[in-house]
């Protein structure tokens, strides 16, 4: 079975840092479409960065300049390094990637289609002072 | 990156079939067959239900259906389930930054 594990969520203070981490079990992290998806409270889901198996990066606006998206390929880990952090940045985050082991009538990984079908249980970041 | 326009709340009776519409642009549901839909039940993580406008994962119940025209997708669910009651997201490609938006989330109430 191929799962996520999450961790490093916190309270941090406003203007403070912050590095999530997801692990994988099944699957390489190193290897694979991975992204960050976030849940304020009571809210609906945010995309927040994603990082491509050839290294390119895309980051939401909200975040953009602020989270660096990067994976450590000796640890098989993905990492969010969060800075500069702000009351809105609270919520739980998520890393979630495609199951490489399926495809479709196609012979399509979900990921062609950007779409996710495995998702770690969350971990929750709290900025406040 | 404008979130895509979904209602907030539908409601159905067991039984019944409801859908859920989900509204962008041509920069995004219009423009691409990148429309997937997300259940996630209170606390959990999202699941996957809908890829590629309309290609349903293996597991996944064929209650549930989607399509699209023009910049509008949508779900539908039919013979609603007490345990189809959950938030639904839609999410799509969006070329405007090479990224992913994801809808407001519609919660499903079955009655």
């Known amino acids: 079975e191929v799962q996520l594990v999450e961790s490093g969520g916190d309270l941090v203070q406003p203007g403070g840092s912050l590095r999530l981490s997801c692990a994988g079990s099944?699957?390489?992290?190193?290897?694979?479409?991975m992204n960050w998806v976030r849940q304020a409270p009571g809210k609906g889901l945010e995309w927040v960065s994603v990082?491509?198996?050839?290294?390119?990066?895309y980051y939401a606006d909200s975040v953009k300049g602020r989270f660096i998206i990067s994976r450590d390929y000796s640890k098989d880990t993905l990492y969010l390094q969060m800075n500069s952090l702000r009351a809105e940045d609270t919520a739980v985050y998520y890393c979630?990637?495609?199951?490489?082991?399926?495809?479709?009538?196609?012979?399509?990984?979900?990921?062609?289609?950007?779409?996710?079908?495995?998702w770690g249980q969350g971990t929750t970041v709290t900025v406040s002072s | 990156q404008s979130a895509l326009t979904q209602p907030a709340s539908v409601s159905g009776s067991p039984g019944q079939s409801i859908t859920i519409s989900c509204t962008g642009t041509s920069s995004d549901v219009g423009g691409y067959n990148y429309v997937s839909w997300y259940q996630q039940h209170p606390g959990k993580a999202p699941k996957l239900i809908i890829y590629g406008v309309t290609g349903r994962p293996s597991g996944v119940s064929n209650r549930f259906s989607a399509s699209k025209s023009g910049n509008t997708a949508s779900l539908t669910i039919s013979g609603l389930q007490a345990e189809d009651e959950a938030d639904y997201y839609c999410?799509?490609?969006?070329?405007?930054?090479?990224?992913?938006?994801f809808g407001g989330g519609t919660k499903l109430t079955v009655l």
């Open positions: 099944g699957l390489s992290v190193s290897g694979n479409y």
């Open positions: 999410s799509s490609y969006t070329s405007l930054s090479t990224s992913v938006v």
């Open positions: 979630a990637t495609p199951n490489p082991t399926w495809t479709d009538s196609r012979g399509y990984n979900v990921a062609y289609y950007h779409a996710v079908d495995v």
């Open positions: 990082i491509y198996s050839g290294g390119t990066t």
